[in-house]
């Protein structure tokens, strides 16, 4: 079955600083990966996402993650953070199945505070 | 275009009874899958549907159970409500296609049962 880690619970980064959030995922082969944040009281907006090809992949509001399959991490970045980026980051993993139908596999988030 | 949307978006109930809860998907996507959120478990998949038939069903007990209609909107109906229940249900919508599988959510519907 497939897993995902997110080691870091709570992250704080002063305003302006670069982030990065930590991802480690547990899968038999090449999965398919998200990145996607939550802000208080809403929905999963989605960052960015890797299927194949370049494995630096670039996503919305300066996001970019970068997979390496040997480490089996999929790490999220922004070089410079803004304090409208405090939210809840989930990291996810879904199962390359063809024709199957198979849900998402989610971490259990990384919360972003910015400090002014 | 429209994005997914869900009602409604709060909801309270008391233990034993049940609700039904709704999702439009995106224009196009035939594809709905729902998920619980709590601050315990945190995201679980229960279950997907694409025309109209489920195709998969995560670890959940038989209390909860959903449906898809012919213009893809989705419903999920939780039986006999326990106190565990209270929580966020997102409705993703999936865009398959060759290379690419990526669900899209709503906003949520949160239940609370006392």
């Known amino acids: 079955a497939q897993s995902v880690t997110q080691p870091d619970i709570h992250i704080t980064v002063s305003e302006g600083a670069s982030l990065e959030l930590r991802c480690n995922y547990s899968?038999?082969?090449?999965?398919?990966l998200f990145w996607y944040v939550q802000s208080p009281g809403q929905g999963l907006q989605l960052l960015l996402k890797?299927?194949?090809?370049?494995?630096l992949v670039q996503g919305i509001k300066g996001f970019e993650a970068e997979f390496k399959r040997s480490q089996s991490s999929f790490n999220l970045r922004k070089p410079s953070v803004h304090w409208s980026d405090a939210a809840e980051y989930f990291c996810?993993?879904?199962?390359?199945?063809?024709?199957?139908?198979?849900?998402?596999?989610f971490g259990k988030g990384t919360h972003l505070i910015i400090q002014p | 275009k429209a994005g997914v949307t869900q009602t409604p978006r709060y909801l309270i109930k008391t233990r034993g009874q049940q609700v039904t809860l709704s999702c439009s998907p995106i224009?196009?996507?035939?594809?709905v899958s729902w998920y619980q959120q709590t601050p315990g478990q945190g995201l679980q998949f229960l279950f997907e549907?694409?025309?109209?038939?489920?195709?998969n069903k995560g670890n959940f007990p038989g209390r909860f159970s959903g449906r898809q209609f012919s213009n893809s909107r989705s419903e999920m109906n939780v039986s006999t409500l326990e106190l565990g229940d209270s929580a966020l249900y997102l409705c993703?919508?999936?865009?398959?296609?060759?290379?690419?599988?990526?669900?899209?959510f709503g906003p949520g519907t949160r239940l609370t049962v006392l």
């Open positions: 993703a919508s999936r865009d398959r296609g060759i290379g690419t599988d990526t669900q899209y």
């Open positions: 899968y038999g082969a090449t999965p398919y």
């Open positions: 890797y299927f194949s090809g370049d494995t």
């Open positions: 996810a993993v879904g199962a390359r199945s063809g024709g199957g139908a198979d849900g998402l596999t």
């Open positions: 224009s196009g996507h035939r594809s």
């Open positions: 549907y694409f025309s109209e038939t489920q195709r």
